[in-house]
Every structure is written in C-alpha cells, then in structure tokens.
C-alpha cells in the first residue's frame, strides 16, 4: 500500500510565495511519473505540473514562470515551490504519483492553499 502526504499550504497574500511538499510512504513500489493538481471550488481537478523519474517537467500555461516542480527519486518526494501567488492560484492541491508497471495512480489528501488579494 502506498500513501501519500502533502504539507505545506496554508494563506499567502497575492504576490507571495509557498512550498508545497509531498511524501510517498510503502514498500515494495517503483514511483514513475509524479505530480500536483488543484481543484477550485466548483471547478474539476486540473493538471498543476507533473515530473518524470528523469527530470523532464511539464506545466500548465497558468502556471509557467511562476511555480516549480522537483522532485528526489531517493526519498520518493516531490516539491512544489509556488511564487507570485495569485488570488486564482487558490485550491486545493494534490499530490499525485503513477506507481509500478501498471501506472496506478495514487493521490493524497489535498492540502488547502488561499492567496488573498
């Protein structure tokens, strides 16, 4: 069983910044791609940006130039610096991981972020 658990939202003036971390937890799995998406009230769930095992990053134009993915293949952790925050930018975010050979993909909980204007 693999869990996922993400830190690090909370309330930011527009302009500021954020870090969000994920941690995969388990044993006997093999992480590929991981990833965050955000989900606004009223809103489906949308593609944030998204990182291979190797490195290659892939973002929405909402967030292009503004927000960064990283992530540690040892640790099985995946980061989201997020930078002039934007009142739009509020959601919740979550932490995704494609995992094993079947790319079953798993979420965490979600992690309430707020940028007030």
């Known amino acids: 069983q693999v869990r996922l658990v993400e830190s690090g939202g909370g309330l930011v003036q527009a302009g500021g910044s954020l870090r969000l971390s994920c941690a995969a937890s388990?044993?006997?799995?093999?992480?590929?791609?991981m990833g965050w998406y955000r989900q606004a009230p009223k809103k489906q769930r949308e593609l944030v940006a998204t990182?291979?095992?190797?490195?290659?990053?892939n973002y929405a134009d909402s967030v292009k130039g503004r927000f960064t993915i990283s992530r540690d293949n040892a640790q099985n952790t995946v980061d989201l610096h997020m930078s002039s925050l934007k009142p739009e930018d509020t959601a919740v975010y979550y932490c995704?991981?494609?995992?094993?050979?079947?790319?079953?993909?798993?979420w965490g909980q979600g992690t309430q972020v707020t940028v007030s204007s």
């Open positions: 995704n991981a494609v995992i094993g050979r079947g790319n079953y993909p798993y």
């Open positions: 388990g044993s006997g799995f093999s992480i590929n791609a």
């Open positions: 990182i291979t095992t190797s490195g290659s990053t």
